[in-house]
C-alpha cells in the first residue's frame, strides 16, 4: 500500500477586541466652558467587527463582561515630565475594571492631574499650573488576582505537562511585576499543554486609525496605532480615550481530512474502510529552538501591534492530542477520518502558543499516528488494520513577523489514501519443443 501525506499551514483572521474611555462633561463656570476639576477615568469596551465571537478559549466582549472577570489596568502618572519606567506603576496597580449593566466599573475612581500648564481656552480667571501632568495606562486580559507586594498570582489554573515532563503545571497567566517595581508593567505567562485549558492573554494598545484628541490645554495628543497609550494629558469635553486589545499568543488549531486517490481533500472512502486516528504531536523541529511554553510579557510593547515578549527556557516544547483532548468522531468505532475537514482537537479547542523572537518562524515537526480499519469476513478477527505513524517538518510563520502574536495559524493535516488497485491477465503458453520418450521402443 502506498501512503502519502502532506501538511499545509493558513493564516486564519486577525482576531481584535477593543476597549474605550468616556469622560465626564467639561463644567460650565458662568456660561463658559472652562476645566472640570475632577474629571475621573473612565473605562468601556466595545468589539471590533474583525473579532469571531464564538470560537473556544477566545476572549470577546461577553467573555470579559462575565461576572468577576474583567480586565486589569497599570497607570503611571507623570509630574510634569513624560512616561520613565523607573517610576512604575503609581497611579494605578491591577486595577480590576468589570462590568455591570450599561457599564465598566471600577473602585476607588481616579481622577486626571487637573496641572495642565495654563489653560488656553479664553476662559477669563482660569487656573494655571506650573508644569503638564501626564497618564500613561497598560491594560491587561483576562484579569488575575496577585499580591501586590510580589505580584504572585493567587488564582489557580492546573494542568498536565506535556509526556517528556509529566509533572504538574500552572498555566495561563502565572504572575505580574510588583506593585513597587521599577520597571514596565509586566505579565508572566505559562502555555497550557491541555488545549481546554490555554488562556487567551490580551494586552491594550491605540486602536486602529490613532489615538488623537486636544487635551484641556489644547495640545494635540496622537498615539500611533498599536502603540502604548502613554503620555496622555487631561481630555477636554466627550473625548473618549480607547484601548484596542490585541492577542499577545498566536493561536493554532488543527484539522484532518482524507483525499482519496487524489491529490486534493476529496474523492470516495470505500464502503467498510475507516480511518481512525491514534494521536497527533507537534515538537519544536528548529536548530536551536524557537518556541518556549513559558515568558514575560511587557505591556509597554515598542514596535506597533507586536507583543513584545522575553522568551524563558526553549526547550520541553512538545504537544501532543490524544485522549481526551482528541475529537471524539475522530477515535475507533467513531466515524472517523471524512473527506471533509474535521478540527483534530475535542470541542473546537486551540493551542496557546508564545511567539518566536523577532523574525523567527515556526519549525514544526508534526507527527500523526492512525489506522486504517477495513472490514473483511475472511479475516481471522473480522477485519485488516493497518497502522501509519508519518511526520512531517514545515516553517509556520510570515518573512516579516516570524510566527507572530494575534494570528491564528492553522494546520491542515491531508491523508493521502491510494487504495490497493488489482488486475490480471492469462498469458499464452509458452511452446519450448518437445522430447520423445519412447515406451517401450519399438524393434526395427
Known sequence: MKKKFYLFAAAAAVLSLTACSSDDDAVQANGAKTVAVNQAVDFDIYTASATRAGDAGIQTTSTLQTAGQGFGVFAQVSNGGDYASSTGS??????????????WIYTPVKYWPNETTKDMLGVTGAAEAAQTDKLSFFAYAPYVTATVGTGAVTASNPD?????TPEAIEAGITALSANNA???PTVSYTMAYTPSKSVD?????????????TAVNNTPINVGEGLPLKNLIKPSKDQKIKFLFKHALARLGLKVVAAVDQIAPGGSIASGTKIYVNSVTIEDAASPKALAPTGTLNLNNTSAGIANWTLGSKEKFKLVVSGTNLNDDLKT??????????DVIADGKFFMIIPTEGNAKAKFKVTINYDVVTTDANLDG????VN????KEILVGDDTNGFTNNKAYNLKLILGMTSVKLDAEVADWEVDGSTNVDLPRNQE
Open 201 to 213: 492573554l490580551l494586552w491594550g494598545v491605540a486602536p486602529s486609525g490613532n489615538l488623537s484628541y
Open 182 to 184: 521599577s520597571t514596565d
Open 90 to 103: 503609581n497611579f494605578m496597580y491591577n486595577q480590576h475594571v468589570t462590568y455591570t449593566e450599561p457599564s
Open 160 to 164: 498536565q505537562n506535556n509526556e517528556a
Open 333 to 342: 468505532d467513531a466515524t472517523g477520518v471524512t473527506t471533509a475537514e474535521q
Open 382 to 385: 473480522g477485519k485488516s488494520t
Open 388 to 391: 501509519n505513524v508519518i511526520y
